[in-house]
């Protein structure tokens, strides 16, 4: 390929060394770039426009409040804002952002060359511009989304929301889940088998294990997400009534799936951040973390106790004074790991030689601000508080105090921290200082008054209040405040613009740190290191200083080596399990009345159907032992008749279809209809994407190109998306036909 | 071979003491729903991972990876355990008649034996690795949630016996209804809450094998 060097023409471009010659420069080797360096500053810029796009919508609101009774936006438009400004922030700008520096540092802080999948890599950040771009579309089709981040039913469903807005926002978030699904899975194969040797889990930096736990809270929570926003659609789309009490659903069954999702969201926005803090702190406070056991173990509390406390979102909704008890027990629970935490950050400080780097101004200021935001949560976890300050512009201030107090103080952290990696010059310290005070100053301003706001009753999502004391006054700091941040981040950008062309060169390892991307040059060749350091412990690069007196005494351990193809397959088996999950939950809740599934279908031609679906999980079986024993002409005959056998039951579910919609049934005739034919609809599409894939097996098999090692990974890993769409069958068949038919 | 551990071994006893001796097995008895769950709870798990790991253990050592398809049964056990007895029938059964009442303890405290072994059990060798415990521990928590909030929210009684009129529940201004919600709730948050405690200890456990290791490896860098 042609080296085309185009300085200035995208971001940090100019600094490509010449190993990215390889496979391409320029803006076109951005957009074709499979490289894990150039992806991640992809979703970092592109989250970076976002965070402006939703800057500026937070300016339009808090313009708009800065004054009683104002006039400025108009109460539809300021809902659409307010929901444009959530949804943003949430799915394009802090997901984004921690997918871009997991991107970029978890290969090199693991001393891997790459992600295991490249591609795929790629097609996740693809789908996060486009997700932004389907979400936004929703401007030229008469009108934003305007119901709020959590979208909450009925107020979503078409009666009350019209326009294509809601369509559009539930588009844009499944086309983003998809992809932040497929880049968590593609964290938890790297990291558990491209690690260098020596790099056991317990070895790990602390930022690879939180964004490693993160990824399986998101393989397991945006599934649960999807599986809701397709209902949201098939309700809006096809009028069916699953979350609509007309027709007989259920609005709060909507609240339980997306808090089940909201919930560990909360994490998968917390974790990661977390693991930055743990990088920077000990590295600017000279000391080793404090307790490294208990910030991981910790982590893994907080993501196993995340999938058990929703309904703490939902103590206004009516649960129950005992459910609220259990909830409100359990929720303050999750505050003791985050406390834990907390003390280890505040221990690794404690007695070591502190340098307030940018980087380390921000870390501490993360630990003061997150720690206000992590108070007012504790205070929501108790039912009668939350119901006097839920909606309020107390819950407002609570979690901006998380999530830009806490995440985003964390990033910025990041951000000075690894800038040098990135491009191999330093950030300026000086813009850097003004840059932590404004934000400092302007974030306080902004969000602490809110709660003195929201204890006086200010209600959230209204356009506008009544000149009742103090209000005004109040609300005006406030706005203020936003302006204040606005120029904080506006010396940020300079500062980077600045940095990128006249910064300090960096070095390698400008602040002395001990993990492995500071082993490499920065910005890291194409191949990341010429040869990885031995791994013997937590901190290699200290290992190889000579001044250390401690040498290091751990073994460089040979790993245990995994098939990436099959480690993928499970994480996708996990995600898509909690998809069906859903699906089959939605269907037992509208059916326990078995009457009309009763009426309507057919045991015993199902039954025959199923069979074929049930052997063909053998002979794919049978011709996985053909393809290991080398018989290739039994391979592909046997893979023929599972082909064949699928195919036999997908006839069947479409000659069942068939009669059903001629017998007058239709997805929104009745909730049976609907939750029957979105649960057994969507299990029909996982069988004929598994036909097609078998087919391209196959297809490589008559062709020849089949040699067993190339293709045995791939072989395995369909087989067992094959098995498991048979033992989702297996719960489909059993809950649907044989419970209602017996 | 580590030594045993008596005092886990006496809260493993006072723990099933408390079961199946005191009043709370009084309650249990087709009087309360919510005393029921509790000592349901308490003989599927509490008393066996206590037992488990009052018992002599091996020193932690290698585990098979890729040998969990043979914990499958012992997962369905355990997640059975509190599924089968939750079936309306067997659940009236049990809280009317004494001889069912005594298989479904045993049954309980078997079947809870039988799902922690692979966690807690005395053998290294039969133990899963720290990821297959978790996913294993994790699985069943997911399952015994969906149960305990389908009992929680149930319109329909899970054991007919417990609606029946009752002046010790009325007592406690319990009704039948809210009496089944607090069964599901102990299920759905503090039977999850023990799960999720031991995924946490598997942890612990990994993180302390490392400490066990070091004086090993530094005698083989010499």
Redesign the interface.
């Known amino acids: 390929m042609t080296i085309l060097e185009s300085p200035g023409g995208t971001g940090a471009s100019d600094h490509v060394p010449e190993e990215h010659a390889g496979e391409g420069s320029g803006v076109f080797g951005w957009i074709a770039t499979v490289d894990h360096k150039r992806l991640g500053i992809l979703y970092l810029l592109t989250a970076f426009f976002f965070f402006g796009v939703g800057g500026i919508e937070a300016l339009l609101i808090r313009i708009q409040l800065s004054h009683p009774g104002l006039k400025f936006i108009g109460p539809d438009t300021y809902n659409q804002i307010f929901t444009m400004h959530g949804t943003t922030m949430i799915f394009l700008v802090v997901m984004p952002t921690l997918v871009g520096f997991a991107n970029y540092l978890v290969p090199l802080m693991i001393g891997a060359r790459d992600m295991a999948f490249p591609r795929l890599n790629a097609m996740s950040y693809w789908l996060f511009p486009f997700g932004g771009l389907l979400l936004h579309f929703s401007l030229f089709t008469g009108g934003a989304p305007a119901t709020g981040w959590f979208s909450y039913a009925p107020l979503s469903e078409t009666p009350y929301s019209s326009t294509m807005g809601t369509d559009y926002w539930a588009l844009a978030l499944l086309v983003l889940g998809i992809g932040s699904v497929a880049g968590a899975i593609n964290i938890i194969v790297t990291v558990v088998t491209l690690r260098a040797p020596g790099l056991?889990?317990?070895r790990l930096p602390l930022f690879v294990w939180m964004t490693f736990i993160t990824a399986f809270l998101i393989i397991l929570a945006l599934p649960v997400l999807n599986a809701a926003l397709v209902m949201l659609l098939v309700d809006r789309q096809l009028d069916a009534h699953i979350f609509t009490a007309h027709g007989g659903g259920s609005a709060i069954l909507w609240q339980h799936f997306f808090w089940t999702f909201g919930h560990p969201e909360v994490y998968i926005m917390a974790l990661p951040a977390f693991g930055m803090i743990s990088e920077i702190i000990p590295v600017f406070s000279r000391k080793p973390i404090f307790g490294y056991?208990f910030v991981?173990?910790s982590t893994?509390?907080i993501a196993?106790?995340s999938?058990?406390v929703w309904a703490h979102h939902m103590f206004a909704a009516g649960l129950?004074h005992?459910?609220d008890l259990?909830?409100a027990?359990?929720s303050m629970?999750i505050a003791v790991p985050t406390g834990v935490k907390i003390f280890n950050w505040i221990a690794t400080m404690w007695g070591g030689s502190l340098r307030f780097t940018t980087a380390m101004l921000f870390a501490v200021g993360f630990l003061l601000e997150f720690v206000i935001g992590g108070l007012s949560g504790v205070q929501f976890a108790s039912a009668p508080v939350d119901w006097q300050l839920t909606d309020s512009y107390y819950v407002v201030a609570h979690f901006h105090y998380v999530l830009f107090g806490g995440t985003a103080f964390a990033v910025m952290a990041g951000t000075y921290y690894w800038f040098p990696k990135m491009t191999g010059r330093l950030l300026s310290e000086r813009a850097g200082r003004w840059h932590f005070w404004l934000t400092v100053i302007g974030f306080n301003l902004t969000f602490f008054v809110q709660h003195l706001l929201g204890k006086m009753g200010m209600p959230r999502r209204v356009y506008t209040y009544p000149d009742l004391p103090n209000w005004g006054a109040l609300n005006g700091l406030s706005t203020i405040g936003s302006f204040i941040m606005a120029i904080s981040v506006v010396v940020f950008f300079a500062n980077i613009v600045w940095s990128l062309r006249r910064g300090e060169k960096a070095g390698d390892n400008p602040w002395q740190a001990w993990t492995l991307e500071w082993a490499t040059t920065s910005p890291p060749a194409h191949d990341n290191f010429d040869r990885v350091p031995p791994v013997r412990g937590r901190r290699p690069l200290w290992d190889l200083d000579d001044e250390n007196k401690e040498k290091p005494?751990?073994?460089i351990t040979e790993l245990?080596t995994y098939d990436p193809g099959v480690v993928a397959m499970w994480g996708f088996i996990a995600s898509e399990a909690f998809f069906f999950?859903i699906l089959i939950?939605t269907y037992v809740f509208f059916n326990?009345d078995k009457r009309a599934a009763a009426s309507h279908l057919d045991l015993k031609m199902t039954g025959i159907f199923t069979a074929c679906l049930f052997a063909s999980s053998f002979t794919l079986v049978l011709s996985e032992r053909a393809l290991a024993a080398g018989k290739n002409a039994a391979m592909r005959t046997w893979l023929a008749l599972t082909i064949v056998l699928g195919g036999v039951f997908i006839g069947g579910q479409a000659n069942e279809y068939r009669s059903l919609i001629g017998s007058g049934m239709g997805a929104s005739t009745s909730l049976f209809a609907t939750t029957f034919f979105t649960l057994t609809g969507f299990h029909g599409i996982h069988v004929t994407l598994g036909l097609i894939a078998l087919g391209v097996l196959l297809g490589l098999a008559v062709a020849g190109d089949f040699a067993k090692k190339k293709h045995s990974s791939a072989f395995k890993a369909l087989g067992m998306y094959w098995h498991f769409v048979d033992v989702v069958w297996v719960v489909v068949f059993s809950v649907v036909y044989i419970r209602s038919l017996t | 071979m580590m030594k045993g551990r008596p005092v886990v071994f006496v809260l493993a006893m006072i723990t099933l003491a408390i079961a199946l001796l005191s009043p709370l097995a009084t309650l249990a008895r087709g009087v309360l729903f919510s005393a029921h769950m509790l000592q349901h709870l308490l003989l599927v798990l509490v008393v066996p991972p206590l037992v488990l790991l009052s018992l002599p253990h091996d020193p932690p050592g290698e585990t098979r990876s890729g040998a969990w398809l043979r914990w499958i049964p012992s997962w369905g056990l355990g997640v059975g355990a509190m599924w089968l007895w939750h079936t309306p029938t067997l659940c009236d059964a049990a809280s009317t008649s004494v001889g069912m009442l005594r298989a479904q303890t045993v049954s309980l405290l078997v079947m809870g034996t039988a799902f922690f072994w692979p966690i807690f059990g005395p053998r290294a060798a039969q133990r899963l690795t720290t990821f297959g415990a978790m996913a294993y521990l994790f699985t069943a928590c997911a399952v015994c949630t969906v149960l305990g909030i389908a009992i929680t929210f149930s319109p329909v009684e899970v054991c007919s016996v417990f609606a029946h009129p009752s002046p010790a529940r009325d007592a406690l201004g319990l009704t039948a209804k809210s009496d089944q919600e607090i069964g599901g709730l102990l299920m759905w948050v503090p039977g999850c809450l023990i799960y999720a405690s031991c995924i946490v200890a598997m942890y612990g456990r990994y993180a302390r094998a490392e400490r066990l290791e070091r004086p090993r490896t530094q005698g083989e860098a010499r």
Do not use: C, S
Request: no cysteine; glycine share 18%.
């Open positions: 056991t889990i317990r056991e991981a173990g893994l509390a196993v106790l999938f058990g129950g005992r459910a259990a909830f027990a359990g629970l005494t751990g073994a245990k999950a939950i326990l």
